[in-house]
Nanobody
């Protein structure tokens, strides 16, 4: 069982930065690939970025490449999403998710555990 709690969301102007954190409780965090997803109002949840259990492999949605960076600290049971050059279209609720022994890919069905989400609002 893994419990995930996101933090770091907020209101920021376009061009600004935020760093989201996702703290995991439970055992064997290092055995889980982690992903970040987001859901904007009236839209389906979409993959943003993922990282393998070791941190050696990362994936990013095309629209965030070069702007967002996913990383993890297994000693702190935490995964991060550094978001730079934010745009109004990045406005959404951001969720982290855990996939046991996964690679961190973009298929939401692969992730067994989900956090409650944190709101990110980017003003123009």
């Amino acid at each position: 069982q893994v419990q995930l709690v996101e933090s770091g969301g907020g209101l920021v102007q376009a061009g600004g930065s935020l760093r989201l954190s996702c703290a995991a409780s439970g055992r064997r965090f290092s055995s889980y690939a982690m992903g970040w997803f987001r859901q904007a109002p009236g839209k389906a949840r979409e993959f943003v970025a993922g990282i393998s259990w070791s941190g050696g492999t990362t994936y990013n949605q095309d629209s965030v490449k070069g702007r967002f960076t996913i990383s993890r600290d297994n000693a702190k049971n935490t995964v991060y999403l550094q978001m730079n050059s934010l745009k109004p279209e990045d406005t959404a609720v951001y969720f982290c998710a855990a996939d046991y022994l996964g690679l961190g890919g973009g298929q939401s069905a692969q992730y067994e555990y989900w956090g409650q989400g944190t709101q990110v609002t980017v003003s123009s």
